[in-house]
């Protein structure tokens, strides 16, 4: 089995895609914060992704990245663009001189919330990003097209709904991405022979569905969990909100809506 | 609960309608016939749609209007252009003035009935009307648009295939709408967050289809009642026809082949 | 030569035709309004194309329709319905029972006024009324399609921009049809060999262009006329607006944002 | 129920569809090979499909061709053009002359091999053959649509993927065709009222697709085999390939790459 | 300058094509029938295209061919795929193994003569072949995807509407191409430093077009003449016609109503 | 008329735009190297497009940005993501805060330079960048469109293929942009009413075309300059190359098969 380097280890999807691979494959774990000591089958190493060294280290004998690393929340340009961009273009580019290696680019669903909710998006769907975070993850999969055109860098930019334990909010009722079924998907894009340079919405099989992936069918990737056991619970705790208020308008909820940090 | 108002409530689809939603929410129920005596939970108001004034005082109060009124057959021009489309603009503009309500527009297949069956129609699907009644639905749907961008007023146009309680003959074994359907359609369009100005076609889960519902996944409407229980008594009680034969030809049947009313 | 019917003959653009066509074809000429007698090669007939049996005394003989008779400007959905959609009804109607006759169909901008100037419109563009003027219009584009598929009535509906002797505003240097482009216009229509159902942007080769009708080449018409030559009177009377006024962002004008009659 | 021609019914698909098809309806079972003796309600007879006689006897009285018929590999442009364009031509030929008959064409993936596999076809995928084998099932999918277009003859184009019991290497885990799916097929397309012109990619419901069926849904098609259950066997006696591998690359599998037959 | 293989050089095109090319390039003039004898600068072979040796000879040492050769009329299939399939081939296949020689290949727009004339087709239009002859250019263009795909071999598919010294009848003021146009096309097929599998409509500057060869405008070519010239004179001996004339509704004329030859 | 902030003011095109504009309207000209001193109606300001508080000084009371500074060749991520991307956003940035300014974002064929160039590219073309520096002009890009739909910045960014004086190599024949021509879309964009978030193609009127324009005709535009006057000249110094050489096959020339700098 490939090596696989998971970077932003230390994140929530990190930790849990950490316990969830064990045994899967050898791991190496790296954040810019402390992690959990290395286990069987696992290296640990802290790493800023900025640091072009560093990274080249890091990448180098793993066949398989997943750049979870960087920034998951809306920051100033100045820390998006460092922890960001520049932290995207050094695996991709680490991927291309040392490798080459598959990489699963954590990519958003702010990379495309400024399209409306009753706007079904597919393969083609035209980068619409909602916040400087957003803007970040849509250049970064342009990066992974440049990489793929120039290189042959395969790749594949996953755009997360919400990957948490349960949905918090009736809007993660449509992009709640079970954990399990990243799981399942990093999986996937690890084994599939190929995968070109491809987009994935990160969706489970939930009940009210913005996104279409029918363009990925080759990857056989078949979520296979709902949101909908949680729904009753979601809506007694989150009160309904009028069709035009912008958590509702918007794919990427409030985002599209709220200031730049510090303003 | 959003007070609902289901205009042509004494039809076969209102009084269904009317049963179902019993308990669900309160019933506002207009026809221009006699309807039963109102229960619990319900006002019964006779009405003519072409009247512009008694339209406003039915609207009045309701969040959600179910428009099934009108005429929902073939006929002249003079009742069609009175019943469908004043009809229509009628509720349509009393939305707009004493909400903003909702609408579910009771569209018809019969505003896509010249496409042949093989032939599958998405969300942008032309207009092919097939009669003067579908040309008064494709108008309505055009209607809708309207009332959306320029006052915001949401609406779901549903071209209902077949809404009746088991297919009557070979082609509405595709186009058969299952009550129970269509009930939990106007429940979806009831409770969804928002539905802009949206399109659902409105089938039931059938073996042979023509209609691809996928860019209105956001609705989260999954028909769960398949026409094919009824497959061998339809097909006993309807001989075959050649597939050259109108009724077989278009999504319509054989209204593109009928002549105007009284010709 | 054909019998060529022109509706609406005392507005004017239906005056500009009659003056135009003199000599070109026998002329049918019919307004509401008085119009100016009858000269060689012409018939004058008063009628209200609201009445059945007088627009078929009209239609009897003619194998061209120019219909421009209705509303022209925004009025009431009682007036609008009546001059716009009967009116249409009784014309489409008349040309398939008494004829069959080919109709130019006068539609407008205003049928696809809520798309901004910035979107190239083409022959697929989405039908966006602004005003129940335009509603009446995009309606008649329908009513066209539905005889076409069914009757085989050929028709061209024409989206008229502004066909005025010169642009009265900035906005009109756009939309702005010259009188002689929409005769060569009128006339490719009548002489094409076939015409199918057709829609054909009206406007002159203008600087800055909103729509495409390279899907119309078959008809080969090419306006020879430009607002270009009337820049600078109408800059000089019309004093540009903020890129956000409506008059600025619609292609409608201040349609989209104009209340509706009487409000 | 109609007769049934089936050609090429010596073959492995014929052989396999011969005895699904026992009593099913009348068959008349072609081939240029031996084949068993008929049994009740069959009848058999040899024949070679680049004589136009013989196929005219062939055809007569068959209101339902599935044409397997002709060289299923590659070979020389002398035998397929032979084999596979003369034949067809025959078939198609002797269907509008003694017929009208429905046609199946077996074409093949072979037709659309040059795709990548991540590249997701459905109805309107352009064809890209990768041999001459799959040159001349492109050049008969384009006759199919003459025969359609000009005669009225109905043809279902099936491009089939691998039609073998199970599949024998990593790449059939997703062409795969269970014969027991390939009959469902062969006998929806014999009993839907209506056809016209059509494709439909011939593969299970595997879990790594490459092809999308909506546009045929129509046809009420529905696959219900995977090639899961042979996964494991699958992998362990085919090892995994690089992504830049030829028989990774291309949906047809290492026929892009191979040369012409004899060189 | 690449020494220009003419193949069909006897033929009313290909004569011309050579006075016209004379001293512009080394040229190889092939024919089945005689021609008149080579002149300086030109070599003269009279040859079966549909012999494969023969073939290879008269490609040797060509960089570019155009390949007008074979049957320009309707016959039958028998003599259709003699000599337009089997002839394009041994072209094509012999432009692999003795080339690489790019090919202008001569097709034809009774390729897309099923399409209405209102239609206008680009660079994606359906192949809709209107006869054998027509089919067999299409599936020549098929042949030219195959030979680029898999081995780079060059060409572009000229879709010639009427290539005569004027128009003889009324459709061809819309499909003639001034043999002077055809000229400057040859001419930049020759000298476009690349063409990869490129389709040019054929036709000049006419007024009515049905065809956009935007796509293709990587190629320069602008054809400079129109039919124009000669509307008076043809619209005087061609009589108008029905917009139901099958000679009016399709782009291939008649072609598409003919019955096949001998029947 | 509105003060014109032209970045990069020093270089080629910046100093070109600097004579040109010189009285057509305040010009505040800004680059990292030293410029001629400032004439009346100029101010010129040294300033270093990477520190905000120096962009935010040179934005304050300009309605209109031609952003041309930055790194207008390839180089290393560091300098590009410095110059470019940091660059951009502060500009983008400042002309939200201090403006709202319309920006004209000098974008490059490079951004999509991976399209061959027998491709046409429209308003739609997918980015596919061929360097670095291309990247981060796609980028640049979707930084356009994110403050189009969060704050409601114009611009328009212009795809510039090679503007200089006169073409350089045979490429350049097909991708110059005359100073002239260029010097009319600064203008037309600065004069539009409105431009919304636009990208146009910035070429002249050449004879090989690879880029389609139709899209922005609202801004109307039309190059008046051809590269035909110097193709003799061109030719004759740029020896021809292959159909398969990079420099022939990709809209970017040889930058797709460039190494990155230093490698």
Redesign the interface.
């Known amino acids: 089995m490939t090596r696989i380097l998971i970077t932003g280890a230390a994140g929530g999807v990190g930790a849990m895609l950490r316990e969830a691979l064990q045994g899967y494959a050898p791991l190496r774990l790296s954040d810019l914060s402390e992690m959990a000591p290395a286990r069987d089958g696992e290296e640990v190493v802290r790493c800023d992704l900025a640091d072009r060294a560093a990274v080249d280290a890091l990448v180098q004998g793993c066949g398989y990245i997943v750049h979870l690393g960087g920034m998951s929340v809306e920051n100033t ?1 100045d820390v998006i ?1 460092q922890s960001n ?2 932290g995207a ?1 050094n695996i991709f ?1 680490a991927a291309r001189r040392l490798g080459p290696a ?1 990489v699963l680019f954590a990519s958003s669903n702010h990379a495309i919330g ?1 399209h ?3 706007t ?1 998006l597919d ?1 083609d769907a ?5 916040s ?1 975070y ?2 970040s993850k ?2 970064g999969e ?2 992974a ?2 990489y793929w ?2 290189f ?1 860098i ?1 790749s594949v930019s996953v755009r997360i709904g919400s990957c948490f334990p349960k949905p918090r909010d ?1 809007r993660m009722l ?1 992009t709640w991405l079970a954990p399990e079924d990243f799981v399942s998907l990093v999986k996937r894009i690890h084994e ?5 340079c ?1 987009m994935v919405y990160g969706a489970s099989a ?5 996104w ?1 992936n ?7 990737w ?1 979520p296979e969990h709902s949101s909908e056991q949680f729904r009753a619970e979601v809506e007694a705790a989150d009160p ?2 009028a ?2 208020d912008p958590a ?2 918007y794919q990427g909820g409030i985002w ?1 809506v709220a200031p ?1 940090t510090g303003e």
Chains 1, 2, 3, 4, 5, 6 share one sequence.
């Open positions: 340009w663009e961009l520049r273009f580019d598959r400024f409306t909710r009753e079904l393969g035209e980068l619409r990003p909602d400087l957003g803007l849509a250049m342009t990066m097209r440049y055109d120039k042959g395969e009736r449509s599939a022979p190929r995968v070109g491809s939930n009940r009210d569905m913005w279409d029918s363009h990925a069918a080759f990857l056989g078949v309904p909100r069709h035009d509702v308008i599209p730049h």
